[in-house]
Nanobody
């Protein structure tokens, strides 16, 4: 059984930074694209960032470009999301997810394994 465990969320003031980590187990991590998705209250899941299985290709939603960086360490079976210049509108539950595809996957429907989520709250 594949498992994804996130850590690193918390409360931060606007302009601050957080680094999320996600450790995978139970499946060959390097075969799959990975993503960070978020869900704010009353909103749909949104793909924040995605990375291909090799790490060579990344995708960011427009609202986080230049502020967030996704990376992965296949040897450690870990994917990261470095979040800088945080804004109150970044407040959400952030989920790490594994894609069925090897690419930096941009559609939520292709993510078939999800972590439990970690809360990120940005105060103004």
């Amino acid at each position: 059984q594949v498992q994804l465990v996130e850590s690193g969320g918390g409360l931060v003031q606007a302009g601050g930074s957080l680094r999320l980590s996600c450790v995978a187990s139970g499946r060959t991590f390097s075969n799959n694209g990975m993503g960070w998705l978020r869900q704010a209250p009353g909103k749909e899941h949104e793909i924040v960032a995605a990375i291909s299985r090799s790490g060579g290709t990344t995708y960011y939603t427009d609202s986080v470009k230049g502020r967030f960086t996704i990376s992965r360490d296949n040897a450690k079976e870990t994917v990261y999301l470095q979040m800088n210049s945080l804004k109150p509108e970044d407040t959400a539950v952030y989920y790490c997810a594994a894609s069925k595809l090897s690419a930096a996957t941009q559609l939520v429907k292709w993510y078939d394994v999800w972590g439990q989520g970690t809360q990120v709250t940005v105060s103004s």
